[in-house]
């Protein structure tokens, strides 16, 4: 092994309760819910919270439509990695704003849900070199890492005390899917079957993006990201996550 393999470190196991926040059904899917299918096999515990439905993410169908298509299909994707808890805030898809009413109900749902470990997307302007991120992931990442601080303070958004929320300071990690800067990885060998078919689920909108069979386009670019992700995790299929911790 060389120095280069070793570089992700594995991520902390020493937690009970993870809270997923992406803008998009989707989001969780294109890497990190292997992780969260091998957190749900240890017997952990993770919700996953979205911030839109999704609606405006296929060329061919109307927003009125697509939300409940895209819901449904979120829903079946969180239960193929054992994820039970799927909530929708109802931000318009494409435009969500950052700013104070996003931050305090990211807080308020970190609050009810008490993580340990808060999951988001690529906060950051590009997915690496040359590659552009988009607005809503922007915004929802960095209101996450934002939020974390605003749940522990009583004295930020105190309406939400008044709303019978206590606040909840307990946030050790905020871990980053898809960051252009991984920190960490988990180890995805005996989910990976699991995390492609969590992928696969979002039929309606790979049909829009892709030609392929939903399961075919799922398992070659999970599968090449793994490996991508395995080159620095000692030869072993993972998924990363730049790791924030609090
Ligand atoms: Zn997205």
Known sequence: MTDQQADLAPMPEDWQRCLAIVAHPDDLEYGASGAVAA???????????????????????????????????????????????????DHQDGVIEEGLALRRELARAIRRHRPELVVTLNHHDTWGPGSWNTPDHRAVGRAALDAVGDAGNRWIFPELVGEGIEPWNGVRWVAVAASPYPSHAVDVSSTLDRAIASLAEHRAYIEEISDRDPVAYARELLTGFAREAAARFGGRLATTFELVSL
């Open 39 to 89: 957190w749900t096999d240890a017997g952990r515990e993770v919700a996953y919270l979205l911030v839109t439905r999704g609606e405006a993410g296929i060329d061919g169908i109307p927003p009125e439509h697509a939300a409940a298509i895209r819901e449904r299909e979120q829903q079946a994707s969180a239960a193929a990695v054992g994820v039970r808890s799927v909530e929708f805030l």
